[in-house]
């Protein structure tokens, strides 16, 4: 099994090999991260879609968050080195009317329900341009990088108007 020349002379193989156990048991090269942030507009929180990590690992994980609506995400057990990151917009402009009165108690069938009040003026959205929306959907045209280290990580992503 080992050479009789090391056993021979004294020498442990085991001890010789020991400290490439021990990195080996303490997983050098495959820890994981999580990685937190917010995503912005105009200075102004995104309030739905999902951040997405391509990373760069052996098997290529691709791992996601949905964004909250305070704008944040979280990704757990990301592993660690570099990544490509994309950015998945909600866009309301391409919902569907009809989806977007669902919630109308007076388009729901239920003559006895109550009218809606008259509509309040909705605070303007802040929604990045359909151009900027497909770019960053692209993890190689957003030009999003992260190196994901091993621990906790925070990555602000801001999306700009152009």
């Known amino acids: 099994m080992f050479p009789i ?4 002379r004294g020498r442990d193989p085991f001890r010789m ?3 490439l156990l021990v990195l080996a ?3 050098c090269g495959s820890s994981t991260a999580t990685v937190t942030g917010k995503v912005t507009f105009r200075d102004r929180a995104l309030t739905s879609g999902r951040v997405v990590f391509y990373c760069s690992d052996a098997d290529q994980t691709v791992a996601h968050g949905d964004i909250r609506p305070d704008g944040t995400y979280t990704i757990a057990k990301l592993p660690a080195g570099p990544a490509r990151v994309a950015v998945e917009i909600a866009d309301p402009r391409t919902a569907p009317e009809a989806a977007r009165g ?3 108690p007076a388009k729901m069938g ?3 329900a109550e ?3 008259k509509p309040q003026p909705e605070k303007p959205r802040t929604v990045p341009p359909r151009e900027v929306i497909a770019r960053y959907r692209d993890p190689d045209q957003s030009r ?3 190196e994901v280290e091993g621990g906790e990580k925070e990555f602000n992503i801001n999306i700009p108007l152009k």
């Open 115 to 117: 009218k809606p009040q």
């Open 110 to 112: 239920n003559p006895q």
């Open 144 to 146: 999003l990088t992260c």
């Open 5 to 8: 020349s090391a056993v021979a």
């Open 17 to 19: 090999f020991a400290p």
């Open 102 to 104: 669902m919630m109308d």
């Open 25 to 27: 048991l303490a997983g």
